[in-house]
């Protein structure tokens, strides 16, 4: 411990060119860091706002009154289902209000309408973890059987190809992951080669001398993680920077979390540790 | 080789070959050394004394034989093995090998530390060996500062801060002039004289052919000659060459009274 304190101190130069070539090439791996977790984010929010609709049969929504209580109990019944978060009731009258809304200029066209044809419905919004295309299918599938409705509409069109797109930006992240992280960490077991290759004699002495391998690699993989600790927040200093000028063109990017920092970082520092372990062992044969 | 009046035997090489692709650098070399004895290896440039000597601090393994060292077997090591072999050993070089990014204490000190020695006794015992290679009050300078005479000394008060039973040298005075080689050797002998086994590799038989000491003489990877003298001889020819060296190096000093 005290030795790999003492021998940063000493090689301040060659721990410095290594730390910045380690951000530059961790940089690359926070950007991608940063990309995948705004798409994620924006999965995310697209998910919230997936909502279901199920219409009511007509005959149950003409006769108001009578069917006040039974409506109740149908949102009761909804309500009651594990999966649904909430429940929202819209009646015929609210449902062309909206409508008209929504037609705007055109809305005259309605005019010639003698009797609302739009039928009441309810907006069910589904718990988060249940807001993906098999349980939506489930949950609308269950429904649709019950005799007071109508039809249930969850955009399935929106849903299929959303968990496509979804599972295809995965699998490409994951591979385009792997490669970044398999770079970074050839990048940086040849920045600690370099430092390993300067201090070859140095090591060589110990190893005369009688140090075991242990004495030798611990203040190596020590310095390792400190650097590689280092060189992430470097990397971040520079990707807030990168942020910055992307944010002026993307107005809804948001910077990672403050988990998803510290868990790069203990990344960075695995990294650098590992790093400096495994080019010790390929070129010293300890 | 059991002869009772012969010293204990300390390491040796038994039938050692080795071979880097085609070449074979050493043919079945048989060499013992005994416990406290000093021993000359000589041979000219290439004749494999410094991988004879790598193979005692098993730095290389033989292709062929064995070394013993103390109760170390080249063909029963383990890697872990090699680093408490050479806390046992003590080693110098032509080129001093000294850490150029620590002052002269931590030097000597880094021997000792390495065997987890506390702190007080490394500062103890490392003041102690840099008094007696004459050192001490050049502690906190770095070797780039010293003359090669005194990087030396700072090796050889590494090699022997422990205590080692066998002190290794290959060539030490290979970048050094007559002068400073007289007192590294004179050194040496001091060394010798407290107990510690003395193996120098050197390809300058002029040098130490009048010390009296055992010579081993290597040539294309064999021991030619395996030369000791007699005790009468020893006390004569060593007394000789001290004034030798000492003439050579022309200051005239009278080494014996260091003896």
Redesign the interface.
């Known amino acids: 411990m005290q030795e790999s304190f003492s021998t940063l101190g000493r090689h301040k130069a060659v721990t410095f060119l290594s730390v910045v070539i380690m951000s530059l090439s961790l940089l690359v791996l926070a950007v991608f860091l940063l990309a995948t977790d705004n798409v994620f984010t924006f999965f995310e929010r697209t998910r919230q706002e997936m909502t279901v609709f199920v219409y009511l049969s007509d005959d149950l929504s003409l006769s108001d009154e009578v069917s006040w209580a039974t409506v109740e109990d149908h949102h009761k019944w909804l309500l009651s289902m594990e999966m649904v978060e909430a429940v929202e009731f819209i009646s015929k009258d609210q449902a062309m209000e909206e409508f008209r809304n929504e037609l705007g200029e055109e809305r005259s066209v309605l005019d010639v309408l003698e009797a609302n044809p739009l039928p009441a419905s309810f907006r069910v919004t589904l718990k988060p973890e249940y807001r993906d295309k098999v349980n939506i299918e489930r949950f609308a599938g269950a429904v649709t059987t019950m005799d007071f409705v109508e039809e249930v509409n969850y955009g399935r069109d929106f849903i299929e190809q959303f968990a496509s797109v979804t599972r295809a930006f995965l699998y490409v992240d994951l591979v385009l992951g792997l490669i970044v992280i398999v770079s970074s960490i050839f990048i940086i077991a040849n920045t600690v080669r370099l430092t390993i290759l300067s201090r070859r004699k140095s090591i060589e002495i110990l190893k005369l001398v009688g140090a075991t391998n242990r004495f030798i690699t611990a203040p190596f993989v020590i310095e390792g993680a400190f650097q590689g600790g280092l060189a992430a927040l470097l990397s971040l200093v520079l990707l807030f920077l990168v942020f910055l000028v992307l944010k002026g063109m993307l107005p809804d990017l948001t910077f990672l979390g403050l988990s998803k920092i510290l868990l790069y970082v203990l990344t960075c520092v695995m990294l650098g540790a590992i790093g400096s372990f495994a080019s010790l062992r390929r070129h010293l044969k300890l | 080789m059991t002869d009772p009046l012969e010293p204990r035997k300390i390491f040796g090489v038994y039938h050692l070959s080795k071979q880097y692709g085609d070449r074979m650098v050493l043919r079945d070399v048989n060499l013992q050394v005994g416990n406290g004895e000093f021993v000359f290896l000589v041979g000219p440039s290439g004749a494999g004394k410094s991988t004879l000597l790598r193979l005692i ?1 098993m730095d290389e393994s033989p292709n062929e034989g064995q070394v013993i060292v103390g109760s170390f077997v080249s063909t029963n090591m383990k ?2 093995d090699i ?5 046992k ?1 003590g ?1 110098i070089f032509q080129d001093f ?6 002052d002269v204490f931590e030097n000597v000190a ?2 000792m530390r ?2 987890g020695e506390t702190n007080y006794n490394i500062k103890r015992r490392v003041m102690q060996v840099l008094t007696q290679v004459g050192l001490y009050h050049k502690r906190y300078d770095r070797p780039v500062t010293l003359s090669g005479g005194e990087q030396q000394r700072v090796a050889i008060a ?1 090699a022997v801060v ?1 205590s080692p039973e066998i002190l290794l040298a290959d060539e030490p005075t290979g970048n050094l002039d007559p002068e400073v080689t007289a007192e590294i050797i004179q050194l040496l002998f001091r060394i010798n004289s407290a107990g510690t086994a003395v193996l120098m590799a050197t390809h300058n038989h002029e040098l130490v052919k009048n010390f009296g000491q055992r010579i081993v003489f290597l040539r294309d990877g064999t021991i030619e000659e395996d030369r000791r003298l007699g005790l009468a001889a020893f006390k004569k020819d060593r007394i000789g060459v001290f004034q030798h060296v000492g003439r050579t190096a022309g200051d005239g000093r009278d080494m014996r009274e260091d003896r």
């Open positions: 601090y890697r872990h680093s408490y072999l050479r806390r050993l080693i090998r000294l850490l150029e990014d620590r880094i021997a390495v065997t590494r422990n």
